[in-house]
């Protein structure tokens, strides 16, 4: 069964970069027809999508966050992560990671609270 | 602001059927298809309904999906105490070079 857990710090500083890995376990991160992908949600808010990557290294971003975010994918390891850089308190939230098919995330991290705070 | 717009809160009574609109543009659902989620409490979301009316294995058919135009909705009949979460409905979006955008959430509430 797939799954996939984030992992990074829980607290990071204002004007710095926020780093996450996703580590997929259950199956392989090189499938075809899978792109693997970051959401967020802010406390008592919404979700919004970061952006996600296709194993041989193509990206889609979120246009809204596309100036402060990169994610990248190791095949090797399974895993894939996210960096957003410049961050600010309204970049604290719940952020998951998870398998998209088509447009659909079919699996989910169970997700890390990140806060941004000095 | 979200790109796709839900009601913020919706409720019913057990056994009542209720549904949640979800409105977009042509850009995103007047030209993809629809997908649902469903986030209880303290927990991540999972996904309820895919390509429009598709349900993974393991959802109940109580939950049904739909779409015209440049709108969709979730129905739920048979409505449960157990069914008392957050809603989402999310599609692709194809301007910008293409991205998922997602509706602002639905409360739904079981009285």
């Known amino acids: 069964q797939?799954?996939?857990?984030?992992?990074?710090?829980?607290?990071?500083?204002?004007?710095?970069?926020?780093?996450?890995?996703?580590?997929?376990?259950?199956?392989?991160?090189?499938?075809?027809?899978?792109?693997?992908?970051?959401?967020?949600?802010?406390?008592?808010?919404g979700l919004e999508w970061i952006g996600s990557i296709y194993y041989s290294g193509s990206t889609y971003y979120n246009p809204s966050l596309k100036s402060r975010v990169t994610i990248s994918v190791d095949t090797s390891k399974n895993q894939f992560s996210l960096k957003l850089s410049s961050v600010t308190a309204a970049d604290t939230a719940v952020y998951y990671c998870a398998r998209r098919y088509l447009a659909a995330a079919v699996n989910w991290g169970q997700g890390t609270l990140v806060t941004v705070s000095s | 602001q979200s790109v796709l717009t839900q009601p913020p809160s919706a409720s019913g009574t057990p056994g009542q059927r209720v549904t949640i609109s979800c409105s977009g543009s042509s850009s995103n659902i007047g030209s993809n298809t629809v997908n649902w989620y469903q986030q209880l409490p303290g927990t991540a979301p999972k996904l309820l309904i895919y390509s429009n009316n598709q349900r993974p294995s393991g959802v109940p058919d109580r939950f049904s999906g739909s779409k015209s135009g440049t709108s969709a909705s979730l129905a739920i009949s048979g409505l449960q105490s157990e069914d008392e979460a957050d809603y989402y409905c999310a599609a692709w979006d194809d301007s910008l070079n293409g991205h998922v955008v997602f509706g602002g959430g639905t409360k739904l509430t079981v009285l």
């Open chain 1, 2 to 45: 797939l799954q996939l857990q984030e992992s990074g710090p829980g607290l990071v500083k204002p004007s710095e970069t926020l780093s996450l890995t996703c580590t997929v376990s259950g199956g392989s991160i090189s499938s075809s027809s899978y792109y693997w992908g970051w959401i967020r949600q802010p406390p008592g808010k």
